[in-house]
């Protein structure tokens, strides 16, 4: 088991490392213009025509639904504004923001939870000293009818707390889900319009994967492995005879291969496609260019300098709808895994203070069930991954100009 | 049998052995009870396993999605700048050799994601040739329409040139 682990992580190392090399190797090439004012604001005034004619209003709807730390973490701006000061070439500042913002979700997040942990450890406290004071009479099922008892008050308000953060979760996969759906749209369109017709067909049906397929694996197999192994820890630590403790192995394994195999597959796949369909695309065009024939059908491979600046515009514009996107996928996602991180680090914290003092079901359920929690965060974080390199691909492809 | 009344059942079952536990007495029959009450957790944890098997799963469920939708309007947009900035280029060019006050028309599928042109118009009725630049004697008919064919790279046929 500890070399399986070990060969999943190795596994996933080399993966990561694969695609940071193979996104290094996609042409960096810059907007070459004649340094003067005069085409700088003929760009300007393209920017601005292509900016009036997309329409972000369903992401100002989805910003206006953040909470005030969320927000700051987004930068305090309107998305078109912010759009606005990413092509402007302002991407400087915002990570005090980040910080500030994070440490203050996680102090109330803490706050929050005291009361829950300290209702846990008095109730514990309370019932161990009970029985060690009744066994000395020598009655076992009083004994362990008051651990019973103190075992249901932890569960219900364990479990409360859990299903607490499972909403949480689901909130932030189905926000995920929404920014989806409406980013891609008008990436793979500006994509379009710069004419990169092979790498529009490899995204379509990645995206359409990504926020359909994928989302409903994660929804409707992962989410409730999670919740059958929380069931499991808590029915195998409720008697000292019926131990169905491997249960909860089997579906933390589960969970490990259904996630991986879902992850590796769709990244190797969208990473080789992607990239190929990018330099296909960019060889395409620039052969458009350099060739005087008709080479390319869009416009009879006719690519002239004011079509170059309608070109860039949109490039920059694609990529700071990404930039954007990523920045308020960044905002949505932050609370919901600070929360449950922390949440993870009290249960642990929780039962290794009750080990020496109470009976060893309860502390090994607070344990088991704060390692089923990180299941939750790897949720979260392996569908936003994905969303992540899909819009970074998306970000490096048609650049060539 | 859906999963949840399967965690359920066990759920059940295990309470039930824990109040065994806890009602019956030590002694030889509370040995048989629990070895018989352990047979009776695993029936009951293995009870959905044969229809698991037989149901008729289908992957395609959890795959059908609806379309990306792409921006008709955005892309036609693109593409009428794009015809600005041809028309613009090719009156450059006709002016560089020497015929200005020439009017382009070009009509192209606008709303296609892979736009064509289908045709361009010149329309000469305004036209002033630079003497010092073009040669007069030519027929202006053909020079400008060679001169739109080399700037734009499409088949000659589509080019009309008139007035």
């Known amino acids: 088991m500890k070399m399986k682990n070990n060969n999943t992580r190795l596994l996933i190392i080399i993966i990561i490392f694969v695609i940071t090399v193979a996104l290094s190797f996609i042409p960096h090439s810059c907007i070459v213009a004649e340094d003067t004012d005069d085409t700088y604001g003929e760009l300007q005034e393209q920017i601005t025509i292509q900016l009036n004619s997309l329409d972000f209003g369903e992401f100002e709807k989805l910003l206006s639904d953040l909470d005030s730390d969320e927000y700051k973490i987004f930068g305090n701006t309107s ?33 929050s939870f005291m009361p829950l942990l300290a209702t846990i450890m008095a109730i514990t406290i309370l019932c161990s000293l009970i029985s060690q004071i009744r066994s000395n009479v020598g009655n076992k099922s009083v004994a362990d009818i008051v651990h019973f008892v103190c075992y249901g008050v932890v569960i219900v308000l364990i479990v409360s707390a859990i299903m607490q953060l499972v909403n949480v979760t689901t909130n932030a996969l189905n926000s995920m889900k929404t920014q989806m759906d409406i980013a891609f749209p008008i990436l793979l369109t500006i994509m379009t319009a710069l004419g990169s017709t092979v790498s529009v067909s490899v995204y379509k049906p ?15 197999i992962v989410l409730p492995i999670f919740i059958f192994a929380t069931v499991f820890s808590i029915i195998s630590n409720l008697s000292g005879n019926v131990k169905l403790d491997k249960f909860v192995a089997f579906f933390n394994s589960a969970f490990k291969y259904i996630v991986g195999f879902v992850f590796t597959i769709f990244m190797a796949f969208l990473s080789i496609q992607g990239i190929t369909a990018a330099t296909h695309d960019g060889i395409s065009i620039r052969t458009a260019k350099f060739a005087l024939k008709s080479y390319v059908p869009i416009l009879g491979g006719y690519l002239s300098e004011g079509f170059d600046l309608i070109l860039a515009g949109s490039v920059l514009i694609k990529n700071a709808v990404g930039v954007s996107g990523l920045l308020l996928m960044i905002a949505t996602i932050i609370m919901p895994i600070v929360k449950i991180a922390v949440f993870i680090l009290m249960l642990k914290l929780v039962s290794a203070i009750l080990e ?3 009976d060893s079901r309860i502390s090994s359920f607070l344990s088991s069930a704060g390692k089923n929690l990180s299941m939750l965060n790897i949720t979260i974080i392996g569908v936003a991954f994905m969303y992540f390199i899909t819009v970074v691909l998306v970000m490096c492809t048609s650049n060539v100009l | 049998m859906t999963f949840s009344t399967w965690i359920l059942s ?23 009870l629990k070895s018989v009450f352990a047979f009776f957790v695993i029936f009951t944890v293995i009870s959905p396993l044969p229809k698991l098997l037989n149901s008729d799963f289908s992957l395609y469920d959890f795959l059908d999605t609806e379309e990306v939708s792409i921006d008709i309007s955005f892309i036609s947009q693109i593409n009428v700048q794009k015809l600005n900035a041809l028309k613009n280029d090719i009156q450059t060019e006709l002016n560089n050799s020497g015929y200005s006050g020439i009017y382009i028309n070009i009509t192209a599928d606008i709303y296609s994601e892979n736009m064509q042109i289908e045709r361009i118009y010149a329309d000469l009725a305004n036209l002033v040739i630079d003497k010092n630049i073009a040669n007069i004697n030519s027929n202006k008919y053909e020079v400008v329409k060679k001169i739109i064919t080399q700037q734009t790279g499409v088949e000659e046929g589509i080019i009309t040139v008139y007035g």
């Open chain 1, 79 to 111: 998305f078109l504004s912010k759009v606005k000061t990413i092509i402007s070439g302002d991407l400087s500042g915002g990570y005090d923001n980040v910080f500030s913002a994070i440490f203050s979700i996680f102090f109330s997040e803490i706050l």
């Open chain 1, 206 to 220: 990645a995206v359409l994967l990504l926020s359909g397929g994928i989302m409903q694996i994660f929804n409707s």
């Open chain 1, 356 to 358: 020496p003092i109470a």
């Open chain 2, 10 to 32: 066990i759920s059940g079952v295990v309470l039930l052995g824990v109040l065994i536990d806890i009602i019956l007495p030590e002694g030889q029959t509370n040995k048989y």
